[in-house]
């Protein structure tokens, strides 16, 4: 067959315009990262990591990612948020309600970046330094009106198929909340039936590969409601949260890529209780897991897309303190051995249960010994307590002691104790006041926090926006469309 000249310049076009085609998309393609890492840290907010930096004397990796922003936090129904709406923001792009997990306002389920990219063919993995059903990482596979379902989150993990859990453990398999939509057994049966391998030991934990298929692996120490124990608390028997992030890529790694979301959920606690250190050490922590992250980024820098965030600030942390005016001195804080959750378990309660009344004598060299607080001392030395310090140190103790006083029940106590043991927060706070670190809460603030990113598109990260816009950029530049035609029902 002859062609004209004009069929031949028909389908001269007609192959340059399938070229132009196949370039854009294959380019298209080639921009979509395969592996995207999300690290939020719980109550991280500029306080927390300055402080970390300041600490270390060097900056965090964190805070040396090329692409830097600023990030407003708040709830649909409440200016300073929780963990439950602001999961649900970065997890699905939509503001909801306190409280509220996966769902929007309205309690319909939306589906999560996370769904998403499972959907999509790609691998996932939850990980987590409190227990894996808990607000934030829940927000990216459950879908409740109250973030206390713990059971119904639990059979939501056992169902969800994603391919790792890694952290801390589950708060109720058995539904002795009694608050279950639907009970279907004892949620760990639920999760092996679901074909996950269930580690609890480091040893267990060490010779998990991908062949091991979905797995879950918690630690051997839980040091209270399912969560990892603080950094500082823990000894070389406890796996950190960079160990389970490292081995979440060895597992995860495959050739449709990965969606790996790491809470450092442990920063939040410390922040609740104004323990600087425990905060600035899990902190630390966090940083380690996210140099992991980076590690594998260095390796595939244009399939890797890493974003580090927090999801709102916590406990009103400030760097100066109007009792040591212009001064600082973070190294203070390096005299405390253990946070003040194992203070009170160790140490406080070991008083409480003496058969004759304690003497507060015998608390001095536990107070020096495990924050590094002095009773006597040389006029220069920073850690000798002042009078007003000791007086407040002793009416603390007191409290502490007597039993049955009703801990918060009352403004003042509230504002100085807030619930906490009172010797153990008194103390954090003469420590970090001594510091030049101050506190105005035991809750969540609305400050804005920081979100740093590198990879393709990273640059998308820089300036001011909301935490809506995490999970909208992200599911952007994966290629699943940020438009909220994504954040609708789960099972559309
Ligand atoms: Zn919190």
């Given at each position: 067959m002859l062609l004209n000249s004009r069929q031949v310049k028909s389908v001269l076009t007609s192959i340059w315009i399938l070229f132009l085609l196949f370039v854009f998309a294959s380019s298209a393609a080639a921009t979509a990262p395969k592996y995207v890492f999300l690290f939020i840290g719980d109550g991280m907010g500029i306080p927390q990591r300055m402080a970390a930096n300041e600490y270390l004397g060097h900056k965090l990796l964190v805070d040396r990612l090329p692409y830097q922003g600023i990030t407003t936090t708040h709830a649909a129904d409440r200016f300073i948020t929780g963990s439950a709406a602001a999961g649900t923001a970065m997890a699905s792009g939509l503001k909801t309600n306190i409280g509220?997990?996966?769902?929007?306002?309205?309690l319909k389920p939306v589906k999560t970046l996370a769904e998403l990219a499972r959907d999509n063919g790609m691998k996932v993995g939850i990980i987590s330094?409190?227990?894996?059903?808990?607000a934030t990482p829940a927000a990216f596979y459950a879908h409740v009106p109250?973030?206390?379902?713990y059971y119904d989150i639990d059979v939501a993990l056992a169902e969800s198929g994603f391919d790792y859990f890694g952290g801390g453990t589950i708060k109720d398999p058995d539904n002795d909340r009694d608050n279950a939509t639907t009970f279907k057994g004892n949620a760990w049966e639920l999760i092996r039936e679901n074909g996950y391998k269930v580690t609890q030991n480091r040893a267990d934990f060490e010779k998990?590969?991908?062949?091991?298929g979905k797995v879950f692996a918690t630690n051997e120490?839980?040091?209270?409601?399912?969560a990892l124990p603080y950094q500082m608390d823990t000894s070389s028997k406890d796996i950190s949260l960079s160990e389970f992030t490292q081995k979440g890529i060895e597992l995860l790694d495959n050739e449709n890529g990965f969606f790996m979301m790491v809470e450092g959920g442990k920063i939040d606690w410390a922040c609740h209780a104004n323990d600087a250190t425990a905060a600035i050490k899990d902190t630390i922590e966090f940083d380690k897991a996210v140099e992991k992250a980076y590690a594998f980024y260095k390796n595939h820098p244009d399939d890797t897309l890493l974003v580090v965030t927090g999801d709102h600030e916590c406990?009103?942390?400030?760097?100066?303190f109007a009792g040591t005016k212009y001064q600082t001195y973070f190294?203070?804080?390096?005299?405390?051995?253990?946070?003040f959750r194992q203070f009170t378990e160790d140490i406080v309660t070991a008083f409480q249960e003496?058969?004759?009344?304690?003497?507060f004598e015998d608390m001095k060299p536990h107070i020096t010994n495990y924050?590094?607080?002095?009773?006597?001392?040389?006029?220069?030395?920073?850690?000798v307590l002042a009078n007003h310090e000791i007086t407040q140190i002793i009416e603390a103790y007191q409290r502490s002691m007597?039993?049955?006083?009703?801990?918060?029940?009352d403004p003042r106590t509230y504002i100085m104790y807030?619930?906490?043991d009172p010797l153990s927060v008194t103390l954090t706070h003469i420590l970090n006041q001594k510091a030049g670190i101050a506190w105005t809460s035991y809750k969540h603030t609305g400050v804005p926090v920081t979100t740093s990113a590198v990879g393709p598109?990273?640059?998308?990260?820089?300036g001011m926006y909301d935490n809506t816009d995490i999970a909208l950029k992200i599911m952007d530049i994966m290629g699943l469309g940020a438009t909220f035609k994504y954040a609708t029902a789960v099972n559309n």
């Amino acid at each position: 067959m002859l062609l004209n000249s004009r069929q031949v310049k028909s389908v001269l076009t007609s192959i340059w315009i399938l070229f132009l085609l196949f370039v854009f998309a294959s380019s298209a393609a080639a921009t979509a990262p395969k592996y995207v890492f999300l690290f939020i840290g719980d109550g991280m907010g500029i306080p927390q990591r300055m402080a970390a930096n300041e600490y270390l004397g060097h900056k965090l990796l964190v805070d040396r990612l090329p692409y830097q922003g600023i990030t407003t936090t708040h709830a649909a129904d409440r200016f300073i948020t929780g963990s439950a709406a602001a999961g649900t923001a970065m997890a699905s792009g939509l503001k909801t309600n306190i409280g509220v997990g996966g769902m929007d306002p309205n309690l319909k389920p939306v589906k999560t970046l996370a769904e998403l990219a499972r959907d999509n063919g790609m691998k996932v993995g939850i990980i987590s330094s409190v227990s894996v059903d808990h607000a934030t990482p829940a927000a990216f596979y459950a879908h409740v009106p109250t973030r206390g379902q713990y059971y119904d989150i639990d059979v939501a993990l056992a169902e969800s198929g994603f391919d790792y859990f890694g952290g801390g453990t589950i708060k109720d398999p058995d539904n002795d909340r009694d608050n279950a939509t639907t009970f279907k057994g004892n949620a760990w049966e639920l999760i092996r039936e679901n074909g996950y391998k269930v580690t609890q030991n480091r040893a267990d934990f060490e010779k998990l590969t991908p062949a091991d298929g979905k797995v879950f692996a918690t630690n051997e120490w839980i040091q209270n409601s399912g969560a990892l124990p603080y950094q500082m608390d823990t000894s070389s028997k406890d796996i950190s949260l960079s160990e389970f992030t490292q081995k979440g890529i060895e597992l995860l790694d495959n050739e449709n890529g990965f969606f790996m979301m790491v809470e450092g959920g442990k920063i939040d606690w410390a922040c609740h209780a104004n323990d600087a250190t425990a905060a600035i050490k899990d902190t630390i922590e966090f940083d380690k897991a996210v140099e992991k992250a980076y590690a594998f980024y260095k390796n595939h820098p244009d399939d890797t897309l890493l974003v580090v965030t927090g999801d709102h600030e916590c406990g009103g942390m400030t760097l100066g303190f109007a009792g040591t005016k212009y001064q600082t001195y973070f190294d203070g804080l390096k005299g405390q051995k253990v946070s003040f959750r194992q203070f009170t378990e160790d140490i406080v309660t070991a008083f409480q249960e003496k058969d004759v009344t304690p003497n507060f004598e015998d608390m001095k060299p536990h107070i020096t010994n495990y924050f590094g607080l002095k009773f006597k001392g040389a006029a220069d030395d920073l850690m000798v307590l002042a009078n007003h310090e000791i007086t407040q140190i002793i009416e603390a103790y007191q409290r502490s002691m007597d039993k049955n006083v009703e801990k918060s029940s009352d403004p003042r106590t509230y504002i100085m104790y807030g619930g906490y043991d009172p010797l153990s927060v008194t103390l954090t706070h003469i420590l970090n006041q001594k510091a030049g670190i101050a506190w105005t809460s035991y809750k969540h603030t609305g400050v804005p926090v920081t979100t740093s990113a590198v990879g393709p598109d990273a640059e998308t990260f820089q300036g001011m926006y909301d935490n809506t816009d995490i999970a909208l950029k992200i599911m952007d530049i994966m290629g699943l469309g940020a438009t909220f035609k994504y954040a609708t029902a789960v099972n559309n």
